[in-house]
């Protein structure tokens, strides 16, 4: 029971951290002041939402996605934000478990797990923001960029890996990869942004935990790209967002990189 409430606990943190950035994205995006601070409001009708209007995921559900004032529907692109932040908490705590549970109900904390949990946590708090914001608007905004990069390298000196010369390593690929295609293709293949973007990568994975998360990347890229270009009526100089690839690669790569990396290097040992 008290394992299963820190796991709730942890679902609603995170909740609450997507239902903030659901927020930040849509003032972002619309040149709205007040980022971090201001009276939430309905998009519709302005009128000022109150607590019991905001509490992650439940006042979705009472209000059956409506607003409580002008009954417009709200997305369920909230709703889906605030899970999807939840179930990565949750997913966090079980790659870092700071908190060993021993039965009945004790527990032991662990700083050496809480401070990669913490860290991981702020950057895929940051990746979330970047995956829906650049799947709506096909750009990167700089104040999740340059912000993300400074955290991503002091989180990696905190941590000592990877170390800065596995970063500057990492950060010289990430500047041949990626600019070397953005030169080639005059900006048509990828942005800017994504350039950006992959140096914060580089600080965090360092080199070769990077080209796990840019193969990762791709492979994902084509698995959902060829269909939609094959069977979705999408033509082939559509814009395709690519850092929600990115994302979802760096996601693989913080749970399942360093295995994946193994499982490469047992493959091609002889």
């Known amino acids: 029971m008290a394992y299963s ?33 201001g009276n939430s409001y309905c998009t519709s009708c302005k009128k000022h939402l109150n607590v019991k209007d905001l509490i992650p995921i439940i006042s979705y559900l009472v209000t059956k996605g409506q607003c409580r004032h002008c ?23 079980l790659k870092f478990p700071f908190l060993q549970f021993i039965p009945p109900d004790n527990f032991i904390f662990t700083a050496a797990w809480f401070i990669p949990f913490l860290l991981y946590a702020i950057y895929s708090s940051f990746f979330i923001g970047i995956f ?5 608007t096909k750009r990167i905004p700089d104040i999740f960029l340059f912000s993300l990069l400074p955290i991503s390298i002091i989180g990696s000196l905190i941590l000592g890996s990877p170390q800065i010369w596995n970063m ?22 990828l942005g800017e942004g994504d350039l950006y973007f992959s140096f914060s990568l580089a600080a965090i994975f360092g080199w070769q935990l990077l080209l796990v998360c840019i193969t990762a990347s ?30 979802i690669g760096a996601f693989a790569t913080i749970f399942f990189g360093n295995d994946l990396l193994s499982w490469y290097m047992d493959s091609i040992t002889i």
């Open 5 to 37: 409430l820190v796991l709730l606990l942890l679902f609603f943190l995170g909740a609450s951290i997507g239902s903030f950035l659901s927020v930040a994205i849509y003032r972002i995006r619309n040149n709205k002041p007040g980022i971090f601070f």
């Open 71 to 93: 009954k417009k529907a709200i997305s369920p692109y909230y709703l889906f934000l605030e899970i999807t932040t939840g179930l990565v908490f949750i997913a966090l705590f």
């Open 132 to 136: 829906f914001y650049d799947l709506q």
């Open 168 to 189: 500057f390593v990492a950060g010289l690929i990430a500047l041949i990869f990626f600019g070397g295609q953005i030169a080639v293709s005059k900006g048509k293949w």
């Open 218 to 247: 791709y492979f994902i890229g084509a698995l959902i790209s060829i269909p939609l270009l094959l069977f979705a009526n999408i033509k082939k100089d559509t814009p395709i967002p690519f850092a929600p690839f990115l994302i």
